[in-house]
């Protein structure tokens, strides 16, 4: 019995240890990051080996909220959420079988996915408008002079 205990501590131990060094830390529950930097988010059925893939994303935050809408119409309102301030109790799920909720926790996600694209695609937009391109577009005709008629 002791033994066990020690394994489980001692897992317990590397992990906090993992989580310290800034190795295996995950921003948010239910994701992870690809190699290649998009953000996905599974989660497992209920009593099952199972898993119900919920998409890829641009950002942990998308990635996150599909978590987020997966867990709780599978565990309702006593699951861990990433964001429990936008979880909407009044939507129920009437079918909730693993392609609903996998229907419902894209749309989620890709709903923030496009928000979140937009915020930062104005930002980046604002930061470029005072200054003058550098690189001129090539399909773009030149204008005539009308310098030299004169």
Known sequence: MEAGECCS???TE???QRQHDGH???PYRG???RKWGKWVAEIREPNKRSRIWL???SSPV???RAYDTAVFYLRGPSARLNFPEFIVEEEELCDTSAASIRKRATEV?????ALEAAVHGHASADSNSGRVSLKPDLNEY???EDSDDD
């Open 14 to 16: 590397k992990r906090k």
């Open 55 to 57: 998409g890829s994303y």
């Open 109 to 113: 996600g890709a709903r923030v996915d």
């Open 31 to 33: 994701i992870r990051m």
């Open 24 to 26: 295996g830390e995950k």
């Open 9 to 11: 501590s001692a897992s």
């Open 142 to 144: 030149p204008d005539p």
């Open 62 to 64: 998308a990635a996150a």
